[in-house]
C-alpha cells in the first residue's frame, strides 16, 4: 500500500476560491446581501460609471478638445514676453 494515500476533497464551504465566487455571485444577483451591502455596491458601479464616462469625454469630445486647445494657446500666448 501507498503511504500518500489520496486527500479527501475539499469541503466547498472551506474553500477560499469558492467563498470568493460566492461573494462575487451575491454581489451580482444580490442574494445574500443586506440592504447596505447593496447599497455599497449600486453605489459603486455607478461611480466607476461615472468615472468611465468622464475620463472618455475629457479624451474624446471634440468641444473639449477644442477648449483644451483654445485654453493652451491663450496660455502660450500670456506666457510670451511682450515685445517692445
Known amino acids: 500500500?501507498?503511504?500518500?494515500?489520496?486527500?479527501?476533497?475539499?469541503?466547498?464551504?472551506?474553500?477560499?476560491a469558492f467563498q470568493r465566487w460566492l461573494q462575487k455571485a451575491g454581489k451580482i444577483t444580490g442574494i445574500g446581501l443586506t440592504a447596505q451591502?447593496?447599497?455599497?455596491?449600486?453605489?459603486?458601479?455607478q461611480h466607476r460609471r461615472c468615472e468611465k464616462w468622464k475620463t472618455e469625454l475629457l479624451n474624446y469630445s471634440s468641444?473639449?478638445?477644442?477648449?483644451?486647445?483654445?485654453?493652451?494657446?491663450?496660455?502660450?500666448?500670456?506666457?510670451?514676453?511682450?515685445?517692445?
Open 1 to 16: 500500500m501507498d503511504s500518500a494515500s489520496p486527500q479527501p476533497p475539499v469541503d466547498p464551504s472551506e474553500s477560499r
Open 63 to 84: 468641444s473639449h478638445y477644442h477648449l483644451r486647445f483654445l485654453i493652451r494657446e491663450a496660455l502660450n500666448h500670456a506666457a510670451r514676453p511682450l515685445r517692445s
Open 37 to 45: 451591502e447593496r447599497d455599497h455596491d449600486r453605489e459603486e458601479v
